[in-house]
């Protein structure tokens, strides 16, 4: 199990630093009770940790040393160990969110609170780089979904739902179109309603900008396994 060590690839970058920075320090002065009441985590005393499950993987993560360390094997994609932003928006939620059920509906990025605002760059960073990356790849984005442990749907061709963090879902969908004929592929990313508790729609954005990273790591994973074994 690796330990997450912010020292090394991303000290370079200040304009991340800086954040990661001050919400981490907000985390190590705040109370683990405070933070259990607001996002209905459990703290374990004996641990000294918090056990989150981030995009089907369970971590325990220290308080207040912010030490993650994952708890079962995946497919060797950590995301919460290796992804600055990812950490940076877990302290976000840690420490600003609130848990609230959903009710099972889903809406879209431009149904958040200032969702329209953020819309036109969300869509160029997750919604048309879904589209274009895998709208004429959709047995690679079945495999990817899957090891997500997504849940088949029944709308566009090809769609998931999948537990980003605790309780909080996605649905992705991809039409093929029919280039050929002058449309191109198409996608649509959903969220499940209790997302504007627990993220500002600018937060919401980095949350499709880490799923689209994930999915990249997945494709560049299975490259190298292939090659390896050529």
């Not at 993220?199 to 990273?213: H, K, L, N, Q, T």
Request: net charge negative; proline share 4%.
């Amino acid at each position: 199990m690796v330990v997450s060590n912010m020292k090394l690839e991303y000290a370079k970058d200040n304009l991340t630093q800086q954040p990661y920075r001050h919400y981490l320090k907000r985390y190590q002065e705040t109370s683990p009770r405070v933070i259990s009441e607001s996002s209905g985590l459990v703290f374990h005393e004996k641990e000294q940790a918090f056990l989150i499950r981030f995009m089907g993987v369970l971590y325990q993560v220290t308080h207040p040393g912010f030490q993650i360390r994952h708890q079962e094997q995946g497919n060797g994609i950590y995301m919460l160990e290796e992804n600055i932003d990812a950490q940076i928006l877990l302290l976000r939620y840690l420490l600003d969110g609130n848990a609230v059920m959903s009710s099972g509906k889903l809406i879209s990025y431009h149904d958040l609170p200032w969702g329209e605002v953020y819309y036109r760059q969300f869509q160029g960073r997750c919604i048309f780089r879904l589209a274009g990356n895998y709208g004429t790849r959709l047995p690679e984005f079945r495999r990817i979904m899957e090891s997500l442990h997504g849940v088949r749907k029944e709308t566009g061709d090809a769609a998931y739902e999948f537990e980003f963090l605790e309780d909080l879902k996605l649905c992705l969908i991809l039409w093929e179109g029919e280039p050929e004929e002058g449309f191109p592929p198409s996608a649509q990313i959903l969220f499940s309603d209790n997302f504007p508790a627990a993220f500002s729609a600018e937060d919401v954005a980095y949350v499709g900008d880490i799923v689209m990273d994930y999915m990249k790591k997945c494709r560049e994973f299975r490259i190298e396994s292939r090659c390896e074994n050529e």
